[in-house]
T-cell receptor, first 115, second 114 residues
Framework: NAGVMQNPRHLVRRRGQEARLRCSPMKGHSHVYWYRQLPEEGLKFMVYLQKENIIDESGMPKERFSAEFPKEGPSILRIQQVVRGDSAAYFC?????????????FGQGTRLTVV | GDSVTQMEGPVTLSEEAFLTINCTYTATGYPSLFWYVQYPGEGLQLLLKATKADDKGSNKGFEATYRKETTSFHLEKGSVQVSDSAVYFCALSEGSSNTGKLIFGQGTTLQVKP
């Protein structure tokens, strides 16, 4: 059973470009979470999605950021018009249950660098 | 809102030393508590968890006990190895919404020297 797959592992974008980060959850998991890790900091929650639905986006910046988890295919975190401050590691986690006691399995992350 | 506070690092120990990494939390409801470990360039791996008060999570020689009275979940290991060098994150699942959303501490870097 493959783990959570994120791609690309590293992404370089110029200021003003768009970044698309992909996450394929573990087989059988329908709950996906995105987190952002700024340098020397812990992970901050961004958004929680269940198939085709955004359940909690309280950690998403109001502008330029969006997320989706379609019926078929990976979850996508999209950042439009990237700025230097978006440089960070973005981690996706999946869970079989959208509940607190369930273990979340993390991908290896996408490290975004904005130049 | 809910929050997690960890002791600041880096923590530098010699091999076979005793490890404690302090973690305290503030939460409404009844959160589950977790320790995750992150090796360089990698994602997070669950190390151990506890889902209710007085539960003890353990794995690979690491232990932590869910102390409701002191709102703590300190990580301990009796004898560390060089291979334990990593960043350790304490986290809680937000209890009020219970959606599996995790709140993380800032992480503690552990360096173990031979």
């Amino acid at each position: 059973n493959a783990g959570v797959m994120q791609n690309p592992r590293h992404l370089v974008r110029r200021r003003g470009q768009e970044a698309r980060l992909r996450c394929s959850p573990m087989k059988g998991h329908s709950h996906v979470y995105w987190y952002r890790q700024l340098p020397e900091e812990g992970l901050k929650f961004m958004v929680y999605l269940q198939k085709e639905n955004i359940i909690d986006e309280s950690g998403m910046p109001k502008e330029r950021f969006s997320a989706e988890f379609p019926k078929e295919g990976p979850s996508i975190l999209r950042i439009q018009q990237v700025v230097r401050g978006d440089s960070a590691a973005y981690f996706c986690a999946s869970s079989p249950l959208g509940r607190g006691e369930a273990e979340a399995f993390f991908g290896q992350g996408t490290r975004l660098t904005v130049v | 809102g809910d929050s997690v506070t960890q002791m600041e690092g880096p923590v530098t120990l010699s091999e076979e030393a005793f490890l404690t990494i302090n973690c305290t939390y503030t939460a409404t409801g009844y959160p589950s508590l977790f320790w995750y470990v992150q090796y360089p360039g990698e994602g997070l791996q669950l190390l151990l968890k506890a889902t209710k008060a007085d539960d003890k999570g353990s794995n690979k020689g690491f232990e932590a006990t869910y102390r409701k009275e002191t709102t703590s979940f300190h990580l301990e290991k009796g004898s560390v190895q060089v291979s334990d060098s990593a960043v350790y994150f304490c986290a809680l699942s937000e209890g009020s919404s219970n959606t599996g959303k995790l709140i993380f501490g800032q992480g503690t870097t552990l360096q173990v020297k031979p």
